[in-house]
Nanobody, 128 residues
């Protein structure tokens, strides 16, 4: 069973940076796509970025590429999300997710319904 554990969230001042991590275990192949999502109270879970553990392709949505960077260390089974120039509106619970499904249209990876495995999330709060 795939398990995902996020870490690295916390309280950050506006303009600061964070590096979230996701430790994956129980993987049975190198053919996963890992996604980062976030959800603020009263909103839907929003796709930020995803990365393939097979060929390291990465994708970003909703202008995320301007301030977010997704990365993977396949040897350590770790997935990272760096966030720069944090804003109060970035406050949310950030989730790591994984899927073994291969989509020809990478935009499907922005849809939370396409992922089979989820972590519990790590809270990011941006406030002065």
């Amino acid at each position: 069973q795939v398990q995902l554990v996020e870490a690295g969230g916390g309280l950050v001042q506006p303009g600061g940076s964070l590096r979230l991590s996701c430790a994956a275990s129980g993987l049975t192949s190198d053919g996963y796509v890992f996604g980062w999502f976030r959800q603020a109270p009263g909103t839907e879970r929003e796709g930020i970025a995803a990365i393939s553990s097979r060929d390291f392709s990465s994708w970003y949505w909703n202008s995320a590429k301007e301030r977010f960077t997704i990365d993977i260390d396949r040897a350590k089974n770790m997935v990272y999300l760096e966030i720069h120039s944090l804003k109060p509106e970035d406050t949310a619970l950030y989730y790591c997710a994984a899927t073994e499904t291969v989509f020809l249209n990478e935009n499907y990876y922005a849809d939370a319904r396409e992922y089979e495995y989820w972590g519990q999330g790590t809270q990011v709060t941006v406030s002065s």
